[in-house]
């Protein structure tokens, strides 16, 4: 009974290890190499990657050179070790040699080596496994709207002994130094390759910015190409918000422009996006290192239209700062004009209504066809006009000349810049204002001065840039200097005669020594 007991196990046992036996080679004798995803139907093959799909499971990793894989066969330690896919995109594997695994993924390549071993006689029903244990680099190309476009190896997150984590879209931009202003974050492109058809996934970083959408920030993959289009309007309270993501364009990094038009000192200039200071209220700046500027708190010390404006020494008092255009050259070679009201941003105090810079952009600024004098004084007195202004303080005061002066400062400050009156000569209580205005016309204006007056436009008025404050002579010193000019030409005369003398008694004293000198000899 013991014995037909053991007997009946011993046969079932048996069954049972041929039936999985026949099972596990019949899964691996159907296994077949997976087919390369189809493109849509979609003539222009867009792929479109929905919100909920990972990209990752819609694209399985395929193996090229430089990856490292660790082959595991069953029961067989032998064989079992790394293997390193070569430039040619082989492995060389033991007995079976080279096979091409380039384009592959690791499912397709456990099918491809187990049907090797299995038509080559040399293993039978093998359990093969491959993993993937360092991937190669990935290198993608970033075009378009970014800071630095080019070719970018884009490193692995985290180590190789806790594990390493693909590179995502946003690290690739950060990398390239951010998207640049004039870029149209609805319409990111990552072109990607695989198993030879080419795909699109199109990204919306502005989802991302207002909803979070971590989906938009895609795995990439070796050869992916990534495309920032520009935008065909820019709208300045989105370009704000992009200024503070983290994949915008790096704004410490220096960018040169050009500034032409109404401002003291046009021509080209480099600015950085560190803040700026002005010291002394002249026109010196002075720069703090920041590395990277996110916040919208600190918008005023990046690279602006009105930061440019003010290193080009600030508007002069003919220019139309409602009509400022900053010109752009898009990479596709097209031209982009940006309007700046820098009134309406004087009367707002939002940022949107100045204008964002980057690298090779050109500020114009234009004359204006009339001036109005209550706008050019608040405008003087703005962040952006000069921190100093020139006026000529000339005539009867005590030292005359050219002062530099703050802005919209009064005329009784510049006469007493000036020493005030020459107590003896200067008509006192009058001075005259010359204005060369912005249309080329001079006004004249002679106002009574009282010291005890405060600022206001009829006799203590505020001066512009430029401008003449003369003083005039007393009627006592016009009358002396009239008196002077008369007698002068008598002086004149006398000086001359006295001037004759004084060379006859030389002359003569010089002949009265020559005949003192004669010796007579009898």
Known sequence: MMF???????????????????????????????????????????????????????????????????????????????????????????????????????????????????????????????????????????????????SYSIPFEGTTDKGRKFP?????????????????????????????????????????????????????????????????????????????ANFSANLSIPITVSIVGEVNRPGPYTLTGDDVRSENLDDKLTFQNNNVIRDEQVLAGIPTATRAIKTAGGLTAKADIRNIEVRRTLPSGQEQMLKVNLWEFLQTGRFRDDALLQNGDRIFIPAAETIDETEVRQVAVASFSPNRINVSVVGEVKNPGLKELPPNVSLQQALLQAGGFNNVRAKEYVAKLVRLNANGTVTEKSIKVDFSAPLNGENNPPLLNNDIVFIERSTLAVAADVIFSSVNPLNQLLNTINLFKSTWDLFDNDNNSNNSSVIRID
Do not use: C, H
């Open 168 to 244: 995502n879209l946003i690290s690739a931009l950060q990398l390239a130094n951010g998207i640049n202003a004039s870029a149209d974050p609805r319409q990111v492109k990552v072109i990607r390759n695989y198993k030879g058809q080419e795909y699109t996934i199109p990204v919306n970083f502005w989802n991302f910015l207002e909803q979070g959408d971590l989906t938009q920030n895609i795995i990439l993959r070796d050869g992916d190409r990534i495309v920032i289009p520009s935008a065909e309007t820019v709208d300045p309270v989105e370009v704000l918000r992009m200024a503070t």
């Open 4 to 150: 037909k007991l053991i007997f009946y196990q011993t046969i079932s046992i048996f069954i049972l290890l041929n039936f999985f036996s026949t099972v596990s080679a019949q899964e691996l004798s159907q296994r077949q190499s997976l087919k390369p995803l189809s493109p849509t139907n979609n003539k222009n093959t867009n792929y479109s990657v929905a919100p909920q799909i990972n990209s990752r499971q819609e694209f399985p990793y395929t193996l090229d050179a430089g990856d490292v894989i660790a082959l595991d066969i069953f029961n067989v330690p032998e064989y079992s070790r790394e293997y390193q896919v070569l430039v040619d995109g082989t492995l060389n594997l033991p007995l079976i040699n080279r096979i091409s695994v380039a384009g592959l993924t690791l499912e397709e390549v456990e099918s491809i080596v187990t049907q090797e071993y299995v038509s080559k006689g040399l293993l039978r029903n093998p359990l093969i496994s491959v993993n993937l244990i360092a991937p190669r680099p990935v290198m993608v190309a970033i075009v378009g709207e970014i800071r630095t476009p080019g």
